[in-house]
């Protein structure tokens, strides 16, 4: 019933900026915390960024600290991630997730119940 989809992925020349969004549906309570993470092929998912909705205290990893920015409204239920100084190196797929529960660190993939399909961006040298 819970679902996430993640929209405003695309191509962009290195240098640009993107913005991405994501929609909660099927639920009617607040989530606690919401994050976004990526993952390239042949690599890891990494932690990017999350945000508590009720404090608006916010993690980044270091790779994107100073130029990704996360936000959020409606409790959690639409979540951004704003995206500027684009390297090549960010090209993956990026996917939202959310949760009111789990163990770890806010970065920790294994913190997070709810998770959306992803969202490709490429960014072009």
């Known amino acids: 019933q819970v679902q996430l989809v993640e929209s405003g992925g695309g191509s962009v020349q290195a240098g640009g900026s993107l913005r991405l969004s994501c929609a909660a549906s099927g639920l009617n309570y607040r989530l606690m915390l919401v994050a976004w993470f990526r993952q390239a092929p042949g690599k890891e998912r990494e932690g990017l960024a999350a945000?508590?909705?009720?404090?608006?205290?916010?993690s980044y990893a270091d790779s994107v600290k100073g130029r990704f920015t996360i936000s959020q409204e409606n409790g959690g239920h639409t979540v951004y991630l704003q995206m500027s100084s684009l390297k090549p190196e960010d090209t993956a797929m990026y996917y939202c997730?959310?949760?009111?529960?789990?163990?770890?660190?806010?970065?920790?993939?294994?913190?997070?119940?709810?998770w959306g399909q992803g969202t490709q961006v490429t960014v072009s040298s």
């Open positions: 997730a959310a949760g009111n529960r789990g163990v770890g660190g806010v970065l920790t993939e294994n913190r997070y119940g709810f």
């Open positions: 945000v508590w909705t009720d404090t608006g205290s916010t």
